[in-house]
């Protein structure tokens, strides 16, 4: 049992451009569920058509990255109008069945055969990313020890981390305003928010957007990291474990999200790597027939579950979170 | 007759998918992990295990030093399951030839349709499928060869090409042959999707909750009823039986642990929302954790040969799954209209305060909702798991349609969400022949769950309610 090494690839997880992923998308479902109250569990559908806006654009249209980069944030803006207009007059739980069924629709239609030329099937898109990776500054990666990154991965983290805190800043901003101020009394009470005159299905509408398209920005960098697209990335259990990132943070705080995708990847791959180790080798230390190979990678999410799970039940507030910003209630 | 019979074998389309893939050091005696779908476009990979984005850790096939092999799935696609796999034909003969006709291999498909031959080298093979060991009922179309080339190249573990040999015979069926066909699949889906459309009615009718882990509860009576009949050697019918019970003992067992604590607490119907997701993920996981991810088979009427009945031809099984699942659908409605417990729990799924008031005990006939729900969701699960097979996301992957059903019928509501579930089951299986692209046929019925939000959200048969 080597701690040093779960330790450092734990630590590298999580400060990784995995993690990054996952904070931009949860910044969205911050927008969504923490601060209107809006239940989208479609966030990888926004991922989805923000990654296939940018690879369709640049390798099945043949149009200059910066184009594929605009289609990256037009799409899941035209998700959300698509979206909300139906929904978004309508209880919770519709919008929450709504969003499911559109990010699986996306998969599904993406990863189709009959729609191989133009989502390139279950094997996905790749060459777009030439652009982004000749901008890379860095000759090699890192080895600090407790943290390795290789040269695309250095790349990413910094370009990541950079997203990260621009949109951290445009939550708060935005959340510090007027225009902020009404999507939390949204989530606390329409009602009362629509008798003092204000239009709430505009505000409900202009949040999804917002975090659609935070959600779309997970995807376009998702889809620049890995320098291809592919459908099984975008289904439904990354919404759920974004979830769990931005419940375990801390939903309705600005770094929330961040702390809580930080703190998911730590535990993820930390688990991972542990039970991993913990099955390997001739006399492995939990015997096989209780755990093998492939079962020592499910534990972690197993673990996954039943932490969402208790944190909803237990402390819905997340570790940063303020008990009286969540109590909302299906109306 | 005669020729009626050959025309309907012609049906049977067998087709034959050669999946290349590196054969792993150990794979000869056990089948390989994540076994690759017989249609690639049915890829559908929610596995939690290769989801957070490319992470190691996933199970991969390993790549041994200088080992080849050819991995032949041999299915049936004219009987397909809810996600478009056909059943699996066993006990075939398979034999390898290399390019100077010179025999390198044989082998015989197992309960999954599988069988791996190892060749020496990579290079161009021919497999050849000995007809005669076809099981009984089943037969090569008369324009489909009974050998495939295949050619060997090993690039690395996602390498796989599939060479389907005998989809075709669906050109010699008329249009109106394959609608009676698609109808009857059609009527069958639906039915099973109507039971759990029944279980989640029944408990959000009580609790108003919508349920998320409700795919896991199909799951369950799928799971219960393999291991009965598998771990236990119990024959099918019983091992069927004893799931739907193992499923109402957990409906009660869910309710007692985990959700009247929470209704106690006063926790928010949003929350208990997203404690029923963490719930179906946690499930979905300790499902794939014990019965891995491959997909298995019960041991008893796997493929049955079909039998004509005038402009329909259905497989006694398929029959049986109908009428159970009519039978089951009566007797719960006549149960909610005529019995005293119907009545309540209808009464408490139209005011639970009235209803509690009126000297109601709310928690115990919510208790019996929940009985019956994870039951008729078990059911369900069983007679998908004896119309095609088991899987550990056969429950999650049939949720959303469930979900469309509901809502199409009418959220909460025992009609409606019976004729959503005809409505939903007839698109998936019917649409096909109207253009929908086959390996997508559910997103037909997402479409119109859609439609029917922005047209008439209370559903078709909902009452009118302010639900905005």
């Known amino acids: 049992m080597d701690f040093t090494d779960i330790f450092s690839t734990a630590l590298t997880q999580a400060l990784g451009p995995n993690a990054i992923v996952y904070a931009l998308a949860a910044i969205g479902l911050n927008i969504h569920f923490g601060y209107t109250g809006l239940l989208n569990f479609g966030q990888a559908g926004f991922m989805a058509v923000g990654a296939y806006g940018l690879a369709v654009t640049v390798v099945v249209a043949g149009l200059p990255f910066g184009v594929g980069l605009v289609m990256a944030f037009a799409a899941p803006l035209l998700l959300a109008v698509l979206l909300g207009f139906p ?29 191989k030329d133009y989502f390139g099937g279950s094997n996905g898109l790749t060459g777009y990313s030439s652009v982004y990776k000749d901008l890379n500054p860095y000759s090699e990666g890192i ?51 629509r008798s003092l005159g204000k239009n709430v299905f505009a505000y409900k509408m202009q949040a999804l957007i917002l975090g659609g398209m935070f959600g779309g920005l997970a995807g376009l960098f998702l889809a620049l990291k890995q320098s291809s697209v592919v459908p099984s990335d975008y289904s439904t259990n990354i919404t759920f474990y974004a979830y769990t990132a931005l419940l375990l943070g801390g939903a309705a705080r600005v770094l929330g999200p961040v702390v809580g995708a930080i703190i998911f990847w730590f535990l993820l791959s930390g ?37 969402l799970m208790l944190l909803m039940i237990y402390r819905p507030q997340g570790i940063f979170g303020d008990r009286r910003e969540i109590a909302i209630d299906g109306r | 007759m005669a020729s009626r019979l050959m025309a309907l074998l012609a049906l049977v389309a067998a087709s034959l998918v050669a999946v290349l893939l590196p054969l792993a050091a150990h794979a000869g005696t056990t089948s390989p992990s994540p076994s ?22 996933a199970p991969q096939p390993t790549i041994g030093p200088d080992e080849t092999g050819i991995n032949v799935l041999l299915t049936d696609s004219s009987n397909l399951d809810s996600e478009g796999n056909g059943t699996p034909i066993p006990d075939v003969g398979l034999t390898v030839t290399d390019e100077s006709d010179q025999e390198v291999g044989e082998g015989v498909t197992d309960a999954e349709g599988r069988a791996i031959i190892a060749v020496p080298a990579k290079g161009t093979y021919t497999v050849t499928l000995d007809e005669a060991t076809l099981p009984e009922g089943v037969e090569l179309d008369s324009d489909t060869p009974s050998s495939v080339t295949v050619v060997a190249r090993l690039d690395g573990p996602n390498n796989f090409g599939a060479f389907p040999i005998g989809v075709v015979a669906a050109d010699t069926a008329t249009f109106a042959d394959k609608l009676a066909a698609a109808l009857v699949s059609g009527v069958k889906f639906g039915l099973i999707v109507a039971l759990a459309a029944l279980g989640l009615s029944l408990i959000f009718g009580a609790t108003g909750l919508t349920n998320f882990s409700h795919g896991e509860l199909i799951t369950l009576g799928g799971i219960s009823a393999y291991v009965a009949n598998r771990t236990f050697g119990l024959p099918v019918i019983v091992a069927g039986i004893v799931a739907v019970v193992v499923c109402a ?59 004509s009945y005038g402009p329909i ?111 939903i089951g007839l698109m998936v299986e019917v649409g096909p022949l109207f253009g929908v692209p086959s390996s997508i046929k559910e997103v037909g019925a997402l479409v119109v769950l859609i439609l029917i939000l922005l047209i008439r959200p209370q559903g078709i048969l909902g009452r009118r309610e302010r639900i905005g």
């Open chain 1, 143 to 193: 080895d600090w020890g407790i943290v390795r990154y290789s040269r695309d991965d250095l790349w990413s983290v910094t370009v990541g981390w950079v997203l990260v805190a621009l949109g951290c800043l445009i939550v708060f901003a935005l959340m510090r305003s007027p225009w902020g101020r009404v999507l939390r009394s949204i989530r606390e009470d329409e009602d009362a928010v």
């Open chain 1, 87 to 115: 929904t978004l007059r309508l209880r919770a739980d519709y919008l929450a069945i709504a969003t499911i069924a559109t990010a699986e629709i996306l998969r599904l239609v993406f990863g189709s055969v009959e729609m």
């Open chain 1, 271 to 307: 688990l991972g790597s542990f039970f991993g180790q913990a099955t390997s080798g001739v006399d492995p230390l939990i015997p096989s027939w209780i755990m093998d190979d492939t079962q020592s990678s499910l534990v972690r999410f197993i673990i996954t579950g039943l932490a």
């Open chain 2, 36 to 57: 690759p779908s017989s249609s690639p476009s049915a890829e559908s990979s929610a596995s939690p295990g290769a989801s957070p984005s490319g992470d190691a850790g």
């Open chain 2, 249 to 307: 003992a957990f409906g009660w067992a869910q309710d007692r642990a985990l959700w009247r604590p929470l209704r106690a607490r006063g926790t928010g119907l949003i929350a208990m929302m997203i404690v029923s997701i963490g719930f179906g993920l946690f499930l979905r996981s300790l499902y794939q954790y014990f019965f891995s991810s491959s997909t298995k088979s019960l041991s008893q009427y796997t493929s049955q040969a079909r039998e």
């Open chain 2, 313 to 423: 031809a259905l497989a006694d099984k398929e029959l049986a799954i109908i009428l159970i699942a009519l039978v089951a659908i009566a007797a719960v409605c006549v149960a909610l209209m005529r019995t005293r417990l119907g009545k309540a729990m209808r009464a408490v799924s139209d005011n639970p305060a009235l209803a509690a008031s009126s000297g109601m005990r709310v928690d115990g006939v919510i208790s019996y909702a929940w009985i019956l729900g994870t039951a008729l969701s078990g059911l369900s699960g069983v007679l998908l798991a004896i119309n095609s097979q088991v899987n550990f996301l056969m429950g999650f992957k049939l949720l959303l349609l469930v979900f469309a059903a509901v809502t199409l019928g009418g959220l909460g509501t025992i009609w409606g969400a019976l004729f959503g579930s005809m409505v």
